[in-house]
């Protein structure tokens, strides 16, 4: 007899490693890209500000790299132990993006390591900068072959049933399933956005904190920068997105957009509130969602009254996908204003309060990728693996899941606030005025 509270602590469990997991592994994938951005910058323009600035952001970037460690080790422990009859079924068809997961993270690991112990030994720093090829390529990559997998389980293909049995195994096809395109790149995309909101706020919250210097103005408007370019990135990925599940997963948009009749002309629906089957108090976009769906004002949409009951996701996935695009419109216009403030010499964008809302916009953003990965995986339910395996078959009978998750939760909690600590302490004794100081002194002294 199935234990009905070993597929909600499961479920409990992996919701919280992977929501853990997502902050840490968003910073891994767009960090190193930063990096090299901002060494790129410092040395065609030959401004030390940029230089330190990729030197002090790869410091931090080792500390964040190692709690991901832990935490991406922590969720290949439990798709096995919490997901068993899930991995005896997807594990012969989809094992070999998560080993080349792993190559390209120890790829990234090697490369990063040399990176950081040579920073002083070349003469010609370009050739210096050469060894962030790898480490950003080899940390995208790592976001690529895991998304893959994910991809897998909402567009399962490379394989068939036969009498229960797998045959017929093609790895590569399952690899480029029709969801992996979007997925990996609105994955890869976001993960960068997000990490230049990050950094953007951290340059913020200094210049709030007294810190006048260059360094945090320049660190700021390069970061905002980029944060612009990918949101919109983000924002066009986002669109095929929607178009992909229009074919292949009609429930999730339906239920995500409160959409229940299948109609032309679809209106897109934000906010609002269910009351006895009725939306109200809802902003409607008239025809916008037929435009998401199919790029036609006055297409068809599937609506939910064409799906069966027990397969309609949870409907509460609708405020999630508000949640997600409100946040990222809201940081696209911040950043294009600040991009334009900056470019028209408006006095507001370094005023006290926008910076305030740059240094929100780090933490909104965090918000704006755990919701979408909410959206993603709730949106899917009740399957794990899409049309073939249901979450509730796929889950482990056991009766000791409760335990596991107060005991990952304590592990999580006190990472959490390891890595917090570590990374203040390591910079607030560190302070940037100090360094360049040092720097300086270095390079006379080497003059002489």
Same mark, same amino acid.
């Given at each position: 007899?199935?234990?009905?509270?070993?597929?909600?602590?499961?479920?409990?469990?992996?919701?919280?490693?992977?929501?853990?997991?997502?902050?840490?592994?968003?910073?891994?994938?767009?960090?190193? @890209?930063?990096?090299?951005?901002?060494?790129?910058?410092?040395?065609?323009?030959?401004?030390?500000?940029?230089?330190?600035?990729?030197?002090?952001?790869? *410091?931090?970037?080792?500390?964040?790299?190692?709690?991901?460690?832990?935490?991406?080790?922590?969720?290949?422990?439990?798709?096995?132990? +919490?997901?068993?009859?899930?991995?005896?079924?997807?594990? !012969?068809?989809?094992?070999?993006?998560?080993?080349?997961?792993?190559?390209?993270?120890?790829?990234?690991?090697?490369?990063?390591?040399?990176?950081?112990?040579?920073?002083?030994?070349?003469?010609?720093?370009?050739?210096?900068?050469? @060894?962030?090829?790898?480490?950003?390529?080899?940390?995208?990559?790592?976001?690529?072959?895991?998304?893959?997998v994910n991809a897998f389980m909402n567009a399962p293909q490379g394989f068939d049933v036969v009498n229960g049995e797998l045959v017929n195994i093609n790895p590569i096809l399952a690899m480029f399933n029709p969801a992996m395109p979007t997925k990996v790149a609105h994955v890869v995309s976001s993960a960068f956005m997000t990490s230049a909101f990050i950094l953007a706020a951290i340059a913020g919250f200094r210049l709030l904190k007294g810190s006048d210097h260059i360094y945090h103005k320049k660190a700021l408007y390069l970061t905002m920068k980029l944060g612009l370019i990918f949101s919109i990135a983000t924002a066009i990925i986002g669109d095929f997105s929607g178009k992909y599940l229009a074919d292949y997963q009609p429930e999730k948009l339906a239920a995500a957009e409160w959409h229940f009749e299948t109609s032309k002309d679809a209106p897109l629906i934000l906010f609002g509130k269910l009351e006895n089957g009725e939306?109200?108090?809802?902003?409607?976009?008239?025809?916008? %969602?037929?435009?998401?769906?199919?790029?036609?004002?006055?297409?068809?949409?599937?609506? +939910?009254?064409?799906?069966?009951?027990?397969?309609?996701?949870?409907?509460?996935?609708?405020?999630?996908?508000?949640?997600?695009?409100?946040?990222?419109?809201?940081?696209?216009? %911040?950043?294009?204003?600040?991009?334009?403030?900056?470019?028209?010499?408006?006095?507001?964008?370094?005023?006290?309060?926008?910076?305030?809302?740059?240094?929100?916009?780090?933490?909104?953003?965090?918000?704006?990728?755990?919701?979408?990965?909410?959206?993603?995986?709730?949106? *899917?339910?009740?399957?794990?693996?899409?049309?073939?395996?249901?979450?509730?078959?796929?889950?482990?009978?056991?009766?000791?899941?409760?335990?596991?998750?107060? +005991?990952?939760?304590? +592990?999580?909690?006190?990472?959490?606030?390891?890595?917090?600590?570590?990374?203040? *302490?390591?910079?607030?004794? !560190?302070?940037?005025?100090?360094?360049?100081?040092?720097?300086?002194?270095?390079?006379?002294?080497?003059?002489?």
């Amino acid at each position: 007899m199935f234990n009905g509270d070993s597929l909600f602590y499961s479920r409990l469990l992996t919701e919280l490693t992977l929501s853990f997991h997502i902050i840490y592994a968003t910073i891994g994938v767009g960090v190193p @890209l930063m990096i090299m951005i901002a060494q790129w910058v410092g040395i065609k323009k030959n401004d030390e500000h940029y230089i330190l600035l990729a030197r002090r952001w790869a *410091r931090g970037f080792v500390i964040t790299v190692a709690v991901g460690v832990v935490t991406g080790t922590a969720i290949g422990l439990q798709l096995s132990l +919490l997901w068993p009859n899930f991995m005896e079924l997807a594990g !012969n068809v989809i094992a070999l993006p998560l080993f080349m997961e792993t190559f390209a993270f120890f790829f990234e690991a090697i490369f990063l390591g040399i990176y950081l112990y040579t920073w002083d030994r070349f003469e010609d720093q370009r050739k210096h900068l050469l @060894l962030l090829i790898p480490v950003a390529a080899g940390a995208a990559f790592s976001a690529v072959f895991i998304t893959i997998v994910n991809a897998f389980m909402n567009a399962p293909q490379g394989f068939d049933v036969v009498n229960g049995e797998l045959v017929n195994i093609n790895p590569i096809l399952a690899m480029f399933n029709p969801a992996m395109p979007t997925k990996v790149a609105h994955v890869v995309s976001s993960a960068f956005m997000t990490s230049a909101f990050i950094l953007a706020a951290i340059a913020g919250f200094r210049l709030l904190k007294g810190s006048d210097h260059i360094y945090h103005k320049k660190a700021l408007y390069l970061t905002m920068k980029l944060g612009l370019i990918f949101s919109i990135a983000t924002a066009i990925i986002g669109d095929f997105s929607g178009k992909y599940l229009a074919d292949y997963q009609p429930e999730k948009l339906a239920a995500a957009e409160w959409h229940f009749e299948t109609s032309k002309d679809a209106p897109l629906i934000l906010f609002g509130k269910l009351e006895n089957g009725e939306v109200k108090y809802a902003i409607e976009i008239p025809k916008a %969602l037929s435009i998401l769906a199919y790029t036609d004002p006055s297409a068809e949409v599937i609506g +939910l009254d064409q799906i069966k009951e027990e397969e309609i996701p949870p409907l509460y996935i609708h405020y999630l996908f508000d949640i997600m695009v409100s946040i990222g419109v809201w940081m696209t216009l %911040l950043s294009f204003v600040y991009w334009l403030g900056m470019k028209r010499s408006w006095s507001f964008i370094n005023s006290k309060w926008y910076h305030w809302l740059i240094v929100l916009g780090g933490p909104l953003s965090i918000v704006a990728i755990e919701t979408g990965w909410w959206l993603a995986e709730v949106g *899917r339910q009740p399957w794990i693996l899409y049309g073939l395996m249901k979450t509730s078959d796929a889950a482990t009978t056991s009766g000791h899941v409760d335990m596991m998750l107060i +005991l990952f939760a304590g +592990l999580y909690l006190i990472l959490a606030i390891g890595s917090a600590i570590v990374l203040s *302490r390591m910079f607030r004794r !560190n302070p940037v005025e100090r360094e360049l100081e040092e720097r300086r002194a270095e390079k006379g002294g080497a003059v002489q």
